[in-house]
């Protein structure tokens, strides 16, 4: 088998690239599609459940799908810097992007609202961090400003290559299951995934057919589908920071799962567009909930994502038990980041370790009180 190479070099026939672009890559793509195995049963759900875990790539998030295609196409475009504001994870993959192209990153991320390993991240890979007195809607406004005046681009996602890059995974889902599955199901935040999820999708299904109509010629496999179909796209906010739930522009987010604590979403009208093509539809979940579901992945099926990432198969477990998924289904959650990147979460929420002798005595009976 061929040395997996990264998803532009993969999917390069369908990514705004040219044989002589400068790829800037880290391997990432190519994440595993696990089907869970006890919770379906547990949750009285007939169908098939699959997690699209995004934390296994190189910087612990799906972010390095967007990152590897804006940065190689700023440094294609003689970019020296790049720059984002972020609620963590953009910062963590524009870091480590920017080191491996050899230019400078500047990252803005709000004050004490972001989680550690994040912060790890940023600060190892060299980017000059920018910890502001605001929130990430703040951020985003300003480095829309700051990257219109200087000489720096801005790869959040309104940096239509983000976009293309994201879009990828709906490739790969199709790639292991054959076909397109029935829901998709993913957090949302700034909603730039849920957009790039349903592009992929869209890509997809072309046919070039009177029937099909949907790429308007755009698509690169005229007359060979990969999909006969599209999923219905189900994007879950958290309560306390839901502006497609309220309709608009939330001022002050509030959420346990900070990656997605953002009020003012760029991708509002192509992500109501994913939504309403596919039949699908936006719901909330409280952080309890939130973490719940995160806590149940954890020690139901061995896969630690991060709490924001849980809000998919919170969601979808809400809506299960409202009797809004068809039995029988197939189901993929993206599971957007790893666990590692928020251990202060996972910590307050769990059992906390036994302190004991290192006596043979104690621990016995320790574990004798556990069997
Ligand atoms: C783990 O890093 O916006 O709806 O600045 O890190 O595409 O914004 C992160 C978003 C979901 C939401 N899950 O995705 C950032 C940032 C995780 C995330 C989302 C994010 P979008």
Same mark, same amino acid.
């Not at 000059?128 to 480095?143: T, Y």
């Not at 957090?187 to 099909?212: D, F, K, L, R």
């Not at 992945?297 to 809004?324: H, M, N, W, Y």
């Given at each position: 088998?061929?040395?997996?190479?990264?998803?532009?070099?993969?999917?390069?026939?369908?990514?705004?690239?040219?044989?002589?672009?400068?790829?800037?890559?880290?391997?990432?793509?190519?994440?595993?599609?696990?089907?869970?195995?006890?919770?379906?049963?547990?949750?009285?759900?007939?169908?098939?459940?699959?997690?699209?875990?995004?934390?296994?790539?190189?910087?612990?998030?799906?972010?390095?799908?967007?990152?590897?295609?804006?940065?190689?196409?700023?440094?294609?475009?003689?970019?020296?810097?790049?720059?984002?504001?972020?609620?963590?994870?953009?910062?963590?993959?524009?870091?480590?992007?920017?080191?491996?192209?050899?230019?400078?990153?500047?990252?803005?991320?709000?004050?004490?609202?972001?989680?550690?390993?994040?912060?790890?991240?940023?600060?190892?890979?060299?980017?000059?961090?920018?910890?502001?007195?605001?929130?990430?809607?703040?951020?985003?406004?300003?480095?829309?400003e700051i990257s219109a005046e200087l000489p720096i681009a801005l790869v959040n996602s309104v940096n239509?290559?983000?976009?293309?890059?994201?879009?990828?995974?709906?490739?790969?889902?199709?790639?292991?299951?054959?076909?397109?599955?029935?829901?998709?199901?993913?957090?949302?935040?700034?909603?730039?995934?849920?957009?790039?999820?349903?592009?992929?999708?869209?890509?997809?299904?072309?046919?070039? +057919?009177?029937?099909? @109509?949907?790429? $308007?010629?755009?698509?690169?496999?005229?007359? &060979? #589908?990969? %999909? !006969?179909?599209?999923?219905?796209?189900?994007?879950?906010?958290?309560?306390?920071?839901?502006?497609?739930?309220?309709?608009?522009?939330?001022?002050?987010?509030?959420?346990?799962?900070?990656?997605?604590?953002?009020?003012n979403p760029m991708s509002w009208d192509l992500a109501w567009a994913a939504v309403k093509e596919s039949g699908g539809w936006f719901d909330e979940c409280t952080?309890?909930?939130?973490?719940?579901?995160?806590?149940?992945?954890?020690?139901?099926?061995?896969?630690?994502?991060?709490?924001?990432?849980? +809000?998919?198969?919170? @969601?979808?477990? $809400?809506?299960?038990?409202?009797?809004?998924? &068809? #039995?029988? %289904? !197939?189901?993929?959650?993206?599971?957007?980041?790893?666990?590692?990147?928020?251990?202060?979460?996972?910590?307050?929420?769990?059992?906390?370790?036994?302190?004991?002798?290192?006596?043979?005595?104690?621990?016995?009976?320790?574990?004798?009180?556990?069997?």
């Open positions: 088998m061929a040395h997996y190479q990264g998803l532009i070099h993969r999917y390069r026939d369908r990514l705004p690239v040219s044989d002589t672009t400068p790829v800037i890559s880290l391997n990432e793509g190519n994440t595993p599609l696990i089907a869970l195995q006890r919770l379906p049963a547990q949750l009285g759900f007939s169908g098939r459940i699959f997690a699209k875990f995004e934390g296994l790539n190189p910087t612990g998030s799906f972010k390095d799908r967007g990152m590897t295609m804006a940065v190689t196409k700023a440094v294609e475009a003689g970019s020296r810097a790049i720059i984002c504001a972020s609620t963590g994870n953009t910062s963590a993959a524009a870091a480590a992007y920017a080191a491996r192209a050899g230019i400078a990153s500047f990252v803005l991320i709000p004050d004490g609202k972001i989680a550690l390993g994040k912060l790890a991240q940023a600060m190892m890979h060299g980017a000059v961090v920018l910890q502001i007195q605001g929130n990430f809607d703040d951020g985003m406004r300003l480095v829309q239509p290559y983000r976009l293309q890059g994201q879009k990828t995974i709906a490739f790969e889902v199709i790639d292991a299951l054959g076909d397109a599955p029935d829901y998709h199901v993913l957090p949302v935040g700034n909603a730039g995934n849920i957009s790039a999820h349903w592009m992929g999708y869209s890509e997809s299904v072309c046919q070039q +057919t009177a029937a099909c @109509g949907l790429c $308007k010629g755009q698509c690169p496999y005229h007359g &060979k #589908p990969l %999909a !006969t179909r599209r999923p219905v796209m189900l994007g879950y906010q958290a309560a306390g920071s839901a502006p497609f739930l309220r309709g608009g522009p939330v001022r002050n987010p509030e959420t346990v799962a900070t990656a997605i604590r953002i009020g952080d309890a909930e939130i973490l719940e579901a995160q806590a149940l992945l954890a020690r139901t099926e061995g896969v630690f994502c991060e709490p924001s990432s849980a +809000t998919s198969l919170a @969601g979808f477990i $809400k809506d299960l038990r409202q009797g809004k998924i &068809k #039995p029988g %289904a !197939t189901v993929v959650a993206t599971l957007t980041g790893h666990g590692l990147k928020d251990p202060d979460t996972a910590i307050a929420q769990s059992p906390q370790p036994h302190r004991v002798a290192a006596e043979r005595g104690a621990i016995g009976e320790l574990i004798q009180r556990h069997l």
